[in-house]
């Protein structure tokens, strides 16, 4: 194919203005290690103090999505340690490193950092670095209100070791100005869990902290971050492994007037929504978002509109937003069982507050194939799915041959992994990055 090199648009002709969007797509090591040495005009972009106060030193190499490595090369750290840092470092607001180039970055002066992410790190190494290395601990202590933990899982999903419990108790009493912390929620790929079942009593607070992302192993786990001792948290994002019979927390029954935004997720099949999940929804009383993403195994009829508003959204009078992708799976004992079909579940939210809803039901013989719930005697199952749309999630489950095409784009704009009922099929994978 012959193009004329006249209809080549040199990078160098466009404007500043679509300069700093493209760069500010890019890898930051990669563009600093690049275009450090091309001309004044791209020095004095990447000084830019709306560029340089973002400073993401990683570099993630890609395998597969659930196959991924954190690397700087050795020429590019030593650049930007070299040439790059000691021009910018008192203007960097935001840090992202790695375990291997965390001494080397963390040398200089960061006098306006305030957000740190410390990215792909061993738990018994970073663990260390929190009880030895004076320069994090010091910038834990007295500047950083913004922190990102991403422990390296060797397997997927994996339950955290007591290690990361210590780093997650560490952190706590080390970081005095804390107000956000995202652990282990950096990546959603890494599906890492902490079991926070040994987390030490304490009769102090954390005041400070605002906002929390976390996995925890089970929904006892949930139950102690809402125990009283984040008195201030006003956002929770949760991610439970697994919602299984457990003897509950016994404090979970007071209200949390302070919580405004709060998102649980869980893959597992539940059948523990009415008994666990509604009574920790009813204690939050002033909350202006919700979102859920649940799995959950019923008995008598498959879940939708009525229920969404008698057991949750009449108890929040303030709230603003509501997104959910609910599937439900009914078993079938006896053939006594009222089901609601497709239409009826569409036509019951005309008319409501809760905006477009997608949903559909679908029908399934018990066979041996089929063990995405694990019920004795059951002669069917009937598998019910209602979300929010637009569709927000990053993953989408149970997709069978009664999902409605006709919104299909709207999860292709929104990169989802989509699980099927097809054994030889588990996951179909639309998120682009990991090609």
Known sequence: MN????????????????????????NTADVIYSLFDVNERFVHLLFDPLYIQNLDITLMTMKSFYQRTFSVHEQVLSNICENILPKIYDQVRKLAVEQNSIERILTY????????????????????????????????????THLNIDIQSDEIPKLLSKISLNIFTLILSLCQRLTNLNF??????????????????TSCSYSTLIELKINVATFNDCLYLLDGRFDSLSKLTINVKRIGCE??????????????????????????????????????????????????IRTDSTFGRTELYNQVLVHMSHLNKFAFSINTGVRIVNNEIDISSDEDIQDSFIGREYGQVGSYVHFEPRTPVDTTINIERAKAVVKSHIYSLPYQFESFFHLNNSFRSGIWLEFLQNSCIIQTNDPTNDFIDLNPLSR
Do not use: A
């Open 109 to 144: 002066n960061y006098s306006q950092l305030y957000s740190l992410s410390l990215v792909n790190f061993k738990e018994e190494i970073l663990y260390q670095y929190l009880i030895d290395y004076s320069i994090l601990r010091d910038l834990l202590t007295h500047q950083i």
């Open 3 to 26: 193009i004329s090199k006249n209809n080549y648009s040199n990078i160098f002709d466009l404007p500043n203005e679509i300069l700093f969007i493209i760069i500010n797509k890019l």
């Open 247 to 296: 003897v509950l927390k016994k404090n979970n029954k007071g209200e949390l007037p302070k919580l405004k935004y709060f998102s649980l997720t869980s893959f597992s099949f539940t059948h523990h929504f009415d008994e666990y999940i509604i009574p920790l929804l009813r204690r939050m009383i002033n909350l202006k978002e919700l979102i859920l993403f649940l799995s959950m």
């Open 184 to 201: 282990c929620q950096l990546f959603s790929y890494r599906n890492s869990f902490i079991s926070l079942f040994n987390l030490p009593e």
